[in-house]
């Protein structure tokens, strides 16, 4: 079972700041893309932020501005930075991996917004 590890994460006041990491075995080749998902309280889980093998990057439009999905310099890292926080981003975050088998998902992570 491929455990990704997610970091980061918390309570913050409106407008400011968090950043999320994720990082998965590396291990794991053939990485399609990276990217975050994530899920408030009684709804869908939604796309973030993607990021793909050859660094093209895809964002919601919620969030587009604000949030910056980025590698790290460990291999099969990396992390999204979140700006101008809204009490609507407040969800569970979840870390995607999309790779030449299937997927992955981490155990997610609490970000709230909130004053």
């Known amino acids: 079972q491929v455990k990704l590890v997610e970091s980061g994460g918390g309570l913050v006041q409106p407008g400011g700041s968090l950043s999320l990491s994720c990082a998965a075995p590396?291990?794991?080749?053939?990485?399609?893309?990276m990217g975050w998902f994530r899920q408030a309280p009684g709804k869908e889980r939604e796309f973030v932020a993607q990021?793909?093998?050859?660094?093209?990057?895809s964002y919601a439009d919620s969030v587009k501005g604000r949030f910056t999905i980025s590698k790290l310099n460990a291999k099969n890292s990396v992390v999204l930075e979140m700006n101008n926080l809204k009490p609507e981003d407040t969800a569970v975050y979840y870390c995607?991996?999309?790779?030449?088998?299937?997927?992955?998902w981490g155990q997610g992570t609490q970000v709230t917004v909130s004053s």
């Open positions: 995607n991996l999309d790779w030449l088998l299937g997927e992955y």
């Open positions: 590396g291990s794991i080749l053939e990485i399609n893309a």
């Open positions: 990021i793909t093998n050859n660094n093209s990057t």
